[in-house]
């Protein structure tokens, strides 16, 4: 296959990143032959400083050109840099919002898998954690309570903010099937989390993935009040598979599951619209503090990459030769600094830099 992928480098350790996860996919593309063309897309502080916005049209039009985009991560010191002495729309992250915006990404995910290897980051007891877990949380990101209409007034002399939570049939339905979908790619559960005993937006959410659901009788589903996903995360994390839930349930669950892992540096994400196309991006930031020093992770990168291929190229079986090389890279006692074992550990693992990390995944490609 021939596959056009725009790349956003970005800021701060998101070009060092980018570099080691364009360095697998090529190693990809020599083994099961494709080829991956990239298009260098500006977005954020990089593109503040070459053009004074965050995200040009151009930069928009090549995104859309695509078939998928590759991100590593924008923006910089939030208290030094002077991208933040712009107004607010002028911000890197302004440029973030407004790309996924005119993608219409309205489905993100976030898989939190503990590798073995990894156990000891996992703040949670060994009885708890037991052989691991691996889930994926599907997140809705353009509606809900962070859409709808605000408003801050005095009302009879008393300052009052509202917020509104509004979904559509429409906008439950598309997340639901893509919800699903995935869900027939991995262990075939999903547990769609609400919060039905109280909001109105919830029981329409229960009511339309009861429906969906009717189309995929192979795939096992539950709802779960969002107090108790809360609780059952760190209390018995190995029962879910998808979870699937609306904008801001998703935006709290995704970060307690991803913190159960272990580092930010090994975590992916996926944010799709209604074709097959999707910005792929690793969950953390752009790490100013260690940009430059060619010492980041660049895993959750290349693990997006997979999803990458897995979501938008359905390439399942190049997608598991880079998840196994990472795995293997484990095994085999590689660690950037953010992963490395408490001292007494040490020993046993060998400290490694952002390329040799992407070098020896490489190697690892079956
Ligand atoms: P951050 O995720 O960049 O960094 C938090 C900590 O995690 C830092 O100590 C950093 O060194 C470490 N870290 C992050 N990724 C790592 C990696 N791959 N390898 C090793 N260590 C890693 O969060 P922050 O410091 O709050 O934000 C820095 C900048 O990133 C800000 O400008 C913020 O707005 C931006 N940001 C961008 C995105 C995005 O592009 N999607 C997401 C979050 C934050």
Redesign the pocket.
Known sequence: MKLNVGVIG?????PE?VAEAKKVLDCIGARYGHTFLYDEILM??CSIDATGEPLTDEAIAAAKASDAVL????????ST?P??QLPPEKR??AG?LKLRKSLNLFANLRPAYLYKELREACPLREDIIGDGFDMMIMRELTGGLYFGERKTEEVDGVVTATDTLTYSEEEIRRIAIRGFDIAMKRRKKVTSVDKANVLDSSRLWRKVVEEVAADYPEVTYEHMLVDNCAMQLVKDPKQFDVILTENMFGDILSDEASMVTG????LSSASLNETKFGLY??????????AGKG???????ILSAAMMLRYSFDLDQEADAIEQAVQKVLEDGYR????MPTEDKRATVTQVG?KEMGDLICERIQ
């Open positions: 970005g800021d701060g350790i998101g990143v954020g502080g991100m590593g991560s924008i923006g910089g010191n939030t840099s991208w933040y890197p992250e973030l580092s930010i540096g090994m991006e690793p969950s953390g930031g752009s790490a100013p503090d260690i010492i980041a992770n660049p895993i959750a990168t950037t600094i953010d992963i952002t």
